[in-house]
């Protein structure tokens, strides 16, 4: 059969070599469902422009709308010996419906198809990972429900700072970061307002199709604003390939949390979670949250070839931004995975309250509202700060720590006997928390 893109100005047949090479059907197989819908939309743009009868829409409709399905099931297996998908679906419909599929084409380009088709994926992709965000949330909150009040240390540069209650650090270390990424993917969104099929491969087309129309109908705001920008630009896959990293970046920066606390004892895993060693018998590594933590870099990666893949080149449509699927289907799968391990692994990880007591005490961490104590009766900061430096280190050099003081002790640094109720970490977290 003859080729579909090959015309007798193109110079014979491809190298079977060089069309292997450059097919991209085995990745953009995928967008199948959002090729067909595309199709649809076109077809009835083409019916409206009195080019299809109501017949032959009919029967492309039919078949596209079939074809998805079938293709899962087994039923129909695309032809692998074409370009792309776009190319096996109409080769598919010329084998089952003849001549009407040789009109499915009218008016359009691969350019504006790709571009659509890779619009409608991103849309359905902010559907998944938005789930993944609120499973992740969910799991949160049920994990604040058994350990959120439990206290721990919060750290400044690793080391022991301030006691806080378990809810604010994972706040500040999950939820509130994953919340503005939730909102950032209604920017991602936004980005995705404007349907590109109409654009044709380069400037449009002069047959009557209506864009707008086929923009409403596949659910975008509107038609192409400008047909070499709509087939050129993949700010949209940018855009959705920054919210991946940042989500990942997030993900990564708890798992550090998580993997730090482990290491401390201030957190215990569980075995469904927990990564076992090969040689050594007593381990439990946390193995899904570096896992997690080194998807982030991987994430890293897409987007920076991303970049890369569209630096240099000039306006409109370019073969290289093939290629710009092969690495954001693995960037969102890959976001989407880690959201949902990180979710798994908040059923399986707990604080062991009296390791982090332990380490309250140890890290002196009831310092600050010490000090502050002294502040509220009086003293200027500086002072309250020298004084509690002093005795910081006075307590230390007798081999005792903050926690460990009674009244008596207080009185014998010269310190008001009060001031014991401010001594315990566990009320102090309370305290910072209400
Ligand atoms: N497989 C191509 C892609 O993903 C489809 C567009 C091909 N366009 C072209 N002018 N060769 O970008």
Redesign the pocket.
């Known amino acids: 059969m003859a080729r579909i893109?090959r015309t007798a100005a193109t110079g014979g047949d491809l190298d079977p070599a060089f069309l292997a090479w450059s097919s991209?059907f085995t990745i953009?197989r995928r967008l199948l469902e959002h090729d067909c819908e595309g199709s649809i939309a076109h077809v009835e743009g083409l019916r409206r422009a009195g080019l299809l009868t109501v017949d032959e829409a009919e029967r492309l409709t039919s078949a596209l709308t079939a074809l998805p399905g079938q293709v899962a099931a087994g039923e129909v297996v695309l032809p692998d010996d074409e370009?792309?998908?776009?190319m096996a679906v109409e080769s598919q419909l010329a084998a089952q419906l003849g001549a009407v599929a040789g009109k499915l084409h009218t008016g359009r380009?691969?350019?504006d198809?790709?571009a659509t088709d890779l619009k409608l994926w991103a849309r359905q992709a902010l559907v998944v990972i938005e789930r993944g965000i609120d499973r992740v949330l969910a799991a949160a909150a049920v994990w604040c429900e058994r350990h959120g009040e439990v206290a721990m240390p919060a750290y400044t540069h690793r080391q022991v700072a301030i006691p806080v209650l378990a809810r604010t650090w994972i706040g500040g270390a999950l939820v509130e970061p994953l919340r503005r990424d939730r909102r950032l993917l209604l920017v991602v969104a936004d980005e995705l307002a404007e349907s590109p099929l109409g654009a044709g491969?380069i400037a449009g087309t002069t047959l009557p199709i209506d864009a707008e129309q086929t923009a409403s109908a596949l659910g975008f705001a509107h038609g192409p604003r400008n047909a070499i920008d709509a087939v050129g630009s993949r700010d949209h896959a940018l855009v959705l390939g920054f919210a991946c990293n940042r989500i990942g970046m997030h993900l990564a920066q708890f798992s550090t949390d998580v993997v730090e606390l482990t290491s401390d004892g201030l957190v215990r895993l569980g075995g469904a979670i927990a990564g076992g060693s090969s040689m050594m018998p007593h381990k439990r590594n946390p193995d899904l949250f570096e896992l997690v933590r080194g998807q982030a870099a991987l994430r890293h990666g897409e987007l920076a070839g991303l970049l890369t893949l569209m630096h240099g080149l000039g306006s409109g449509?370019h073969?290289d931004?093939?290629h710009?699927?092969t690495l954001l289907f693995p960037c969102v799968d890959g976001v989407v995975g880690s959201l949902e391990m990180v979710a798994l692994g908040l059923h399986h990880f707990e604080l062991v309250a009296d390791a982090c007591r332990d380490a309250l005490v140890a890290g002196d961490a009831v310092a600050t509202d010490l000090c502050e104590a002294l502040v509220a009766s009086g003293m200027p900061f500086r002072d309250a700060y020298r004084r509690i430096g002093a005795l910081v280190n006075e307590t230390r050099g007798e081999g005792r720590r903050l926690a460990q003081l009674d009244a008596a002790d207080l009185v014998r640094h010269g310190l008001d006997p009060a001031l014991v109720d401010r001594l315990d970490p566990v009320a102090a977290a309370r305290r910072r928390s209400r």
């Open positions: 893109a991209s953009d370009e792309d998908v776009h380009s691969r350019n198809q790709v491969a449509y073969r931004l093939q710009d699927k």
